[in-house]
């Protein structure tokens, strides 16, 4: 599962001083179900997401992935998730079985358990007409899937998408959606960030709205309608975000043209 208490991320910009990104975000997503974070360009999803599969350190708080502290046990985190974000590459001159057996290989599967996973993964994910193209002759369809592919071989309990389905036409997004759904079914624990509200209803049992850095709602779609005296979730998402509180740019302490990574 996953637990977050009070993270916050803070970034020096150099031309808009300290940018606090994350700015005190808390949620638990649990095994079987799917977490969403909605929120508009700049929020903080990116950020949340990267925290939490260690590309990243807070700068306070806390978060603990399937059992592990993203801080004091970064190997053991990344060893039980897969993460797919948006520049989740697939390189143009390997097959599409060549590039999952090679991050098969890099999370240290033994050769029979790595054939038979990705015999399960080529067959679940239809895959297998096109396992001897290169990705350079790929469609985005079929990227989807070797990405997909990628971040599901080792097989592990925990999967963060960044937003899985930005660019992707509808049947692609919809073929997309649907795997994650069935990889809730398998009973994994599964967070992923989107800006489409209709992605909320149709996949998860909870959603935190951010906007700001910080968590302006967080509860089931259905409850927080009603909390809100929203009709939908298109109203209550711009009903939220008229109303953000966010939070403050701290000024320029220091000049400096490094990024705080
Ligand atoms: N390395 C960085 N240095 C400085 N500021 C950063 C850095 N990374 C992110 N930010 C800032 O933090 C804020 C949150 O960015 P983040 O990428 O997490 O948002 P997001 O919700 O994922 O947006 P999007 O949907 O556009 O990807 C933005 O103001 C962004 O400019």
Redesign the pocket.
């Known amino acids: 599962m996953i637990k977050v208490e009070n993270l916050t991320?803070s970034?020096?910009?150099y031309q808009?001083g300290w940018?606090?990104?994350?700015g005190g975000i808390s949620f638990e997503c649990h095994p079987g179900a799917i977490f969403g974070?909605l929120?508009?360009?700049?929020?903080?999803?990116?950020?949340?997401?990267?925290i939490l599969s260690t590309v990243l350190k807070p700068t306070s708080g806390r978060a603990v992935v399937a059992g592990y502290d993203v801080m004091t046990d970064p190997e053991a985190v990344r060893q039980n998730i897969g993460y797919m974000s948006?520049s989740t590459g697939i390189y143009d001159r390997m097959s599409a079985w060549e590039l999952v057996e090679y991050f098969g290989r890099l999370y240290g599967l033994t050769p029979a358990r790595l054939r038979d996973r990705m015999e399960t993964i080529f067959d679940w994910l239809q895959m297998n007409d096109f396992r001897d193209i290169l990705g350079s002759k790929m469609s985005t369809g079929m990227k989807q899937k070797v990405s997909i592919a990628r971040t599901i071989v080792h097989d592990p309990p925990v999967l963060i998408f960044?937003?899985p389905t930005s660019g992707l036409d509808v049947l692609v997004a919809r073929a997309v959606l649907q795997k994650i759904a069935e990889l809730r079914d398998q009973g994994k624990t599964i967070v992923f960030?989107t800006?489409s509200m209709h992605e909320v209803e149709k996949l998860c049992s909870r959603v935190a709205i951010?906007h700001k850095?910080r968590v302006q709602a967080e509860g089931e779609p259905l409850e927080l309608l009603a909390r809100y005296e929203q009709p939908d979730l298109e109203e209550l998402f711009f009903f939220l975000v008229e109303n953000a509180k966010g939070v403050e740019h701290e000024p320029i302490v220091k000049t400096s043209t490094s990024?705080?990574?």
């Open positions: 991320k970034f020096l910009d808009r940018v606090s990104a994350v974070l929120g508009p360009n700049g929020a903080g999803k990116t950020t949340t997401l990267r948006a960044d937003e960030s800006h951010i850095g990024w705080d990574e």
